[in-house]
């Protein structure tokens, strides 16, 4: 490598770092990993994370394969390979879509429905551990911002997709 470009990189090691992107990611995989780990602890172990992008997407009286992607921000495909796991595990079953026949519609068993119930305390937990870190108003801070941080890109995914944006 050049010298001139190695001496660029290193001005950019700290900034790389600290950088958003890096940062969120490895927020995303902390908390992944925890919530992975208690999931197990709680006898779901055939469940993993990216199984989580159905659960929390799925509306109680069920939603369609297409929707549950967009939620999700995955391909449709990916979101399929998804559904056929937890399908085939027992936690959702699919129908035909009753608004659209060309639709698959993805709806909770019991089993499912229990997972999520049982999922949100795991959920709590984590949240008080951060809490107990940070501070309740901090982590209400953070949360407000990265939600309205989300907002913004959700609009702009959306209006880049051609969806009519307010």
Known sequence: MKERLK???????????????????NLRMHLSSRLTKRIHEMGYLSCSFQHTAIFANIDIEG??????ADRANISKQAMSKLVKDIEEMGYVETIKDPKDSRALLV??????????????????????????????????TFMSIATEINEYFDQDNRSEKGYKVQ
């Not at 001496?7 to 990611?25: A, I, M, N, P, Y």
């Not at 939603?63 to 549950?68: D, G, K, M, Q």
């Open 107 to 140: 709806i909770l068993t019991d089993l499912g429905a229990e997972l999520i119930i049982n999922v949100q305390s795991c959920i709590t937990e984590i949240r008080n551990e951060v809490e107990r870190v940070i501070s309740k108003d901090k982590l209400e």
């Open 7 to 25: 001496g660029q990189l290193e001005q950019l090691t700290d900034l790389r770092k600290k950088s958003l992107s890096r940062t969120v990611h």
């Open 63 to 68: 939603t369609n394969i297409v929707t549950l």
